[in-house]
């Protein structure tokens, strides 16, 4: 079911229709923030706490000679120096990645990019440990660095990992999809191919609270406690457990307020592993908060995909096949956080949201001289990656065919009928209705009227663009027969209780960084359960007090665990529903359930509230045979596949053409995540990730200098878009629930930064259409604008 | 967050006890005003000094901005939004409003300052192209007493300027003539961001003839830079389109951008020309009553 609902644009929005389930409703988390009682890592004082700042190197390759760290011990408020030497001798030298791969906690043998961890200090302020950094003494021996992958390969490169035995190149992995052979036949058979190189730079997810961590090892207990900036506690703790040898029991962590994590806090970074060593040293608890520069330089990056799409079609505009070819930057530590089996996240999705003959993606992933990471910043697990080819290799075909490029995708669309749709790469779209939503975003836009504006603007020699993007995006990681993250399967827990007069608790392993989770998770079970989101409190982010899950990113914390919270939430009706047989003296089978009460079918002066409920469950009396007391339950959800959200971007720029400035005038975003839970919350993510859009697509790269030199190691040289920067977002949406989620939700949090880069350059592109210029890469600086206007496009270093 | 080296602070009371301090403590002291461009550069590490000596109590003595009659003095502690709100100022020089409106942001605006901004001497300064393209001259005085200098000579380089160790800027001092006006034209990536060019200009008109005209810019060489052979260019001519675009070229060839994150050296050049077309249009529009 498809239903079409644009919202007045200039509608006044009632933020709090206090719904007792799904609607708009004001969050409940934000007095905290906006009245400055947040809770954040770096806001975690405790008794006796010591100080920890990293090291780190300032070049990007260099074999390390020796480290005097004399001068820094002997500083009188210096706690503790520690270089990789020491590590080593506790076997902590090396820390296993998320994909399998290892990654230094502080340098032994070398140092693989600028901004490594080579030794830290623990002091008694903060200021201290800084300026003791200062006093250690490190020579090295520099090497030449491998900074551009496209020679990473070369023979003469020199080896990055010669930690790993035997390792004499630079290559880190290899991985195909789709049919190869077939996929072939159809390009040597087509009407027409367009092949374009098209390069996704390297960014970052900068959120506003950098990293950070307090570590509190108690000596008598053995028990750590661990106040992290974690997206994924439970995970992490698991991991602690079995890299650092503590008992799992014996650990805490606790991710209290978080600032922003775009992925950037998936993984487990050196520093973390630094504070737990530092304070097991010391006996103290020991606060590591990196700076802005650190977070930039040194933490999870994003994207650096070099991608050549390829697309084939008939002469009409029938889409037959996409082929592509990837080099991927991992920098110098594969810390991909992706399900195992998905070495390239879900890449394998760029086939997008046609119908396809066949399908081919060919990926080598190499080692360089720059940050580890390569997955966080929004992203989807790479999907962000595959939106873009192909939402830009089909602007380039809509280019050669001269199509309109609404026409072109329309064309090709997946039919509603062909949900559930299985595509070349094997991926099982849930449910879609493409059609109605891109005509809803055209509609709102006015798109044939914006077009009859460039026609005319165009004809006086002013450049306006006009871009289209349609995606879909999977997410929702994921069933378990297939995903597992080291393997952890990625299902989640969820546990609920109400208490006897009523009041519930949920608790969740997920964590927000923003989200929302404190209202949308108490909506989800108020709308199951009949209490009103205000009685209902949401428990998450510490491992003691909340079931095992993965964490939340790549959008899966409403696909996933807001399952969870709904079939715990029924199971504890289902409970309350005997309950109330007993109270009311019927059978099960006459009551019938009105959001928060049991009534008797026929007789609706007989019926028993939820909060009634609770308390005979807990109070004195008999409860129905075999019903124990109590009104509570758990679950573990096993989502059965990933959720497919979709949506229809349309923006509007305008270049000037004598500097070639691109301002985004509109921006019409229609998305479809399913079923709405709370749609302020919803266009508040949209907001958000629209933002990071412009962003890339406009002015963010973390860009190297030929030595190795971090060119983005400040927010005055990596530009984040401001409100200036950004036009009033203009959203509508359709619903297409998914058909296997119980509430039939999908996720939202990443759809718009997946999708709204290709519609920015598409329109830039399309402002550029008198130029003859078919492709640009980001970031769409004002300089690169003008390369392209020249003719002369070039790829970002 | 960001953390300093260790320094010693000490807050000046009045001009003579700077400079008295400044005396004292010799080069390994600094004064800071704003404090938007020296900070950040102590908290990244790359400006290390021992004490640091704060001249925000000098804002009463140091902020003001006078019109008189052939000149106009700015104080050197009047901060940017006193630049950005000052009608006197925007009628006399609207360049000063054109830039103070594209100068970083609100919140660096309520504290940076004029005289922050002329001797931080980066390459991109706005308030520099905006004084070079105003010939304007600088009052700095020291304990062997005071000197004023011109713009060409108050640089000397990327972050280098004419005043010493134990000195302080005091005053800006601009000349005031007659059916002139003026305006700035910045090119930047993002609000906010330093330009990745910037031009001001500035005209006086005899009748139907330019009689004098100067164009500064930013970002484009190692300090702002005029360029006088625009003003030869442009005297006794009527302005046209033709001229304008006369004068870019002129820009174009006479400035030595470098190619960096903001931009290539060619697209700077061709900016440099651009902008100064465009800085010179409006300036004459605004003669002629037309246009902001
Ligand atoms: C985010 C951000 C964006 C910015 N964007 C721009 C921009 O777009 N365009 C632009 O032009 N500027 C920009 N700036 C710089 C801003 O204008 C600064 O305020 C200015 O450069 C310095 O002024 P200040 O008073 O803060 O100087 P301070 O930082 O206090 O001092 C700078 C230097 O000048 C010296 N000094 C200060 N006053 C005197 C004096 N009276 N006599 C002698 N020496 C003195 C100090 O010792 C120091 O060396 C930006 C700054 C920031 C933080």
Request: proline fraction near 6%; charged fraction near 25%.
């Amino acid at each position: 079911m498809t239903v079409v609902e644009p919202r007045p644009l200039d509608s006044f929005i009632d933020n709090d229709e206090k719904p007792i389930g799904y609607g708009r409703m004001l969050r409940k988390e934000d007095p905290r923030f906006i009245r400055g009682k947040g809770r954040y890592c770096d806001d975690v004082q405790l008794p006796g706490m010591l100080h920890l700042a990293i090291l780190r190197s300032p070049v990007a390759h260099a074999r390390i000679v020796s480290i005097d760290t004399s001068a820094a011990e002997a500083h009188p408020k210096v706690k503790a120096v520690v270089t990789g030497a020491a590590l080593a001798e506790k076997g902590l030298a090396w820390m296993p990645t998320l994909s399998n791969d290892v990654q230094a906690v502080l340098a032994t043998d070398k140092v693989r990019f600028q901004g490594q961890e080579v030794a830290f200090v623990v002091a008694e302020d903060r200021y201290v440990a800084r300026d003791a950094l200062e006093l250690i003494d490190v020579e090295y021996e520099i090497l030449d660095p491998v900074i551009d992958a496209r020679k990473a390969l070369e023979p003469t490169a020199p080896v990055i990992r010669d930690d790993i035995e035997g390792k004499t190149d630079n290559h880190c992995f290899d991985w195909e999809t789709g049919d190869e052979a077939a996929t072939n036949a159809v390009f040597d058979a087509a009407e027409v191919t367009v092949s374009q190189d098209i390069v996704y730079p390297r960014v970052h997810p900068a959120p506003m609270e950098t990293c950070g961590c307090v570590a509190d090892y108690e000596r008598v207990e053995g028990k750590l406690t661990l106040w992290s900036t974690s997206q994924a506690p439970h995970a992490h703790r698991t991991l602690y457990a079995l890299v650092a040898g503590l008992p799992e029991h014996k650990i805490r962590v606790i991710s209290p307020d978080i600032g922003g994590g775009f992925g950037n806090k998936v993984p487990i970074y050196p520093g973390y592993v630094c504070a737990v060593v530092g304070s097991i040293v010391t006996g103290k608890p020991v606060k590591w908060m990196e700076d802005r520069s650190e977070n930039l330089i040194s933490t999870g990056f994003a994207r650096d995909y070099i991608m050549r799409g390829e697309i084939a079609a008939t002469r009409d505009g029938k889409i037959q096949a996409i082929r592509t070819h990837v080099l991927a930057d991992h920098g110098a530590f594969n810390g991909t956080a992706a399900p195992v089996k998905f070495p390239a996240g879900f890449f394998g999705v760029f086939t997008g949201s046609y119908d396809l003959e066949a399908a081919y993606c060919k990926m080598t992933a190499v080692y360089t001289n720059k940050a580890p990471g390569g997955v966080a910043y929004a992203c989807s697990f790479r999907i962000t990656e595959a939106v873009y080819l192909v939402e830009r290799i089909v602007d380039c075909l809509a280019y050669e065919l001269d199509m309109d490029p609404v026409e072109l995708r329309i064309k090709n669309f997946i039919q509603p009928e062909q949900f559930p749709y299985t595509t070349k790469t094997g991926w099982v779209y849930d449910s879609g209705n493409y059609e109605p939503a891109m005509r809803l975003a055209m509609e709102m836009a006015g798109y044939e009227a914006l077009r009859r504006e460039q026609a005319e603007k165009r004809a006086r020699g002013e450049l306006m663009g006009i871009g289209v993007s349609f995606f879909t995006e999977a997410v929702g990681a994921g069933p378990r027969k297939n995903m597992d993250i080291l393997g952890l399967g990625m299902a989640d827990g969820c546990e609920l209780r109400v208490h006897p007069t009523g009041k519930a608790v949920v608790r969740l392993s997920v964590q927000s960084q923003g989200q929302g989770h404190e209202t949308t998770f108490a909506q989800i079970v108020a709308e199951e359960i009949g209490i009103p989101p205000a009685d209902i409190e949401v428990v998450h982010g510490d491992t003691d007090n909340t079931p095992f899950g993965l964490g939340t990113y790549g959008s899966r914390s409403t696909p996933v665990s807001g399952a969870a919270a709904a079939l715990v939430a029924r199971k504890v009706r289902d409970k309350a529903k005997i309950i109330a047989s007993g109270m009311l003296e019927v059978s099960v089978a006459d009551l019938e359930w009105q959001k928060g009460a049991f009534v008797v079918r026929g007789d609706p002066s007989k019926s028993v509230t939820i909060q009634a409920i609770a308390m005979r469950s807990y109070g004195a009396g008999d409860l129905p045979e075999g019903i124990e007391g109590g009104l509570e339950a758990q679950i573990c959800y096993n989502p059965e596949n990933l959720t497919y959200p979709f949506g229809a971007y349309i923006c509007v720029v305008d270049i000037d053409p004598g500097t070639a400035e691109v301002k985004v005038r509109r921006f019409v975003a229609v998305d479809d995540c399913g079923t709405r839970i709370n749609p302020m919350i919803i266009e508040g993510q949209v907001h958000g990730g629209l933002t990071d859009g412009v962003g890339m697509a406009l002015m963010e790269m973390i860009a190297f200098d030929e030595d190795g030199n971090c060119l983005g190691g400040s927010l005055m040289d990596y530009l984040i878009p401001t409100a200036l920067e950004v036009p009033d977002w203009e959203t509508g949406y359709t619903v297409t629930p998914s058909p296997h989620h119980p509430i039939g939700a999908k996720g939202i949090g990443e759809s718009a930064t997946v999708g709204s880069p290709p519609a920015i350059v598409n329109a830039v592109v399309d402002a550029l259409k008198p130029y003859r210029i078919r492709h640009a890469d980001m970031p769409l600086t004002p300089s690169r604008v003008w390369d392209a206007m020249q003719g002369n496009p070039k790829p970002p270093v | 967050m960001q953390v300093p080296a260790p320094f010693e602070y000490e807050r000046a009371t009045g001009v003579d006890d700077a400079i008295a301090l400044l005396d004292r403590l010799g080069s390994a002291a600094r004064l800071v005003a704003g404090g938007h461009s020296l900070l950040p550069m102590m908290k990244l590490r790359l400006a290390n000094l021992e004490y640091l000596i704060d001249i925000n109590d000098l804002h009463g003595e140091l902020g003001y901005i006078e019109v008189e009659p052939g000149q106009l003095r700015v104080g050197s502690m009047t901060r940017h939004r006193e630049l950005l709100e000052s009608d006197p100022l925007a009628e006399a020089f609207p360049i000063f409003r054109d830039a103070e409106r594209v100068i970083a942001d609100p919140v660096v605006r309520n504290r940076g300052t004029i005289g922050g901004s002329l001797c931080q001497a980066d390459p991109s300064e706005d308030l520099s192209a905006v004084c070079t393209t105003l010939d304007a001259s600088c009052l700095i005085r020291g304990s062997s007493g005071s000197r004023e200098v011109t713009m060409a000579e108050f640089y000397r380089g990327p972050y280098e300027t004419a005043v010493g160790d134990d000195e302080i800027l005091i005053e800006i001092r601009i000349p005031v003539r007659p059916n002139g006006s003026s305006a700035y034209e910045k090119v930047e990536r993002r609000a906010g961001d330093w330009a990745v060019v910037s031009c001001g200009a500035a005209v006086w008109m005899d009748g139907d003839v330019i009689s004098d005209a100067r164009v500064g810019l930013a970002a484009v060489g190692p300090n702002t830079t005029g360029i006088p052979a625009i003003s030869e260019a442009l005297r006794g001519k009527v302005p046209s389109e033709d001229l304008y675009a006369e004068a870019g070229a002129i820009a174009a060839e006479n400035c030595t951008p470098s190619t960096d994150m903001r931009g290539s050296a060619e697209y700077k050049r061709h900016l440099a020309n651009e902008l100064t077309r465009r800085a010179l249009r409006r300036s004459t529009a605004r003669i002629h009553g037309q246009g902001v």
